[in-house]
């Protein structure tokens, strides 16, 4: 792995811990809304919602610090397509995305709306 690329996985890993405090702070909230409508603990659900706040924040700073300046042209593309069911790939996705193929990877590849979507506008 050369250095460049190396530095560029650094830059993404750092995302991780905070992406992944995120996501559980962002499910919790889900959670208190879906069991709790009516009976809302207030001072709980404003605590999640300012570590949620406190998580975007610490994600834009890694994403505007100059580790991470590189990888703001790196260009994302599979490595392969396939038929097969990918394991690492469900697990990556967790598990919305399970293979590859030449019908999914327009849709995830899309640099323009699709056409019915772009009619509406």
């Keep these: 792995m050369e250095v460049s690329e190396r530095q ?6 750092l995302l991780q811990p905070s992406t992944s405090k995120l996501k559980q702070k962002i499910w919790e909230l ?16 404003l605590n999640t919602l300012g570590l949620c706040a406190s998580e975007l924040v610490e994600i834009r700073k890694v ?11 790196m260009i994302l593309t599979p490595r ?4 097969e069911p990918d394991p690492n790939l469900a697990k990556a996705t ?28």
Excluded: M
């Design 8 to 13: 560029q996985l650094d830059s993404f890993l």
């Design 30 to 45: 889900l959670c208190i809304i879906e069991n709790h409508r009516d009976n809302i603990d207030w001072p709980k659900y």
């Design 63 to 73: 994403l505007e610090s100059e580790r991470f300046s590189s990888a703001n042209s």
């Design 80 to 83: 392969s397509l396939g038929t």
């Design 94 to 121: 967790e598990d919305r995305l399970h293979i590859f193929n030449h019908e999914a990877a327009p849709q995830y590849l899309r640099t323009k709306l699709d056409p019915q979507v772009s009619e509406l506008f």
